[in-house]
């Protein structure tokens, strides 16, 4: 399975932006996609999920500001009311059969105050 993370880049506060992640290759099996996000000088924290039914999660921090979805190919991350602390390196996993973990190489997202 590949990953590949896009539509990054730099935005001021209150804006908007749309992360794609494009999977590929053998995608049976695949149950959840998942962003993440890895701000400077700090560890890699969950961001949202959805599984295989499209069945949405959050982490509290985005909630009501982020949606996550998907298609057959690309999962998606629409993030809105963007705040300087969601400036990070965000990353895009699948899980496969319940234990094989894929990732993206990852997007820059820059909110300026």
């Known amino acids: 399975v590949q990953l590949q993370a896009s539509g990054g880049g730099s935005v001021p506060a209150g804006g908007s932006l749309r992360l794609s992640c494009a999977v590929s290759?053998?995608?049976?099996?695949?149950?959840?996609y998942s962003w993440y996000r890895q701000a400077p000088g700090k560890l890699r924290e969950f961001v949202a999920s959805i599984s295989g039914g499209g069945l949405p999660y959050y982490t509290d921090s985005v909630k009501g500001r982020f949606t996550i979805a998907k298609d057959d190919a690309k999962v998606y991350l629409q993030m809105s009311s963007l705040k300087p602390e969601d400036t990070a390196v965000y990353y895009c996993?699948?899980?496969?059969?319940?234990?094989?973990?894929?990732w993206g190489r990852g997007t820059q997202v820059t909110v300026s105050s």
């Open positions: 290759g053998n995608m049976l099996g695949i149950s959840a």
């Open positions: 996993k699948v899980v496969q059969s319940g234990v094989h973990e894929f």
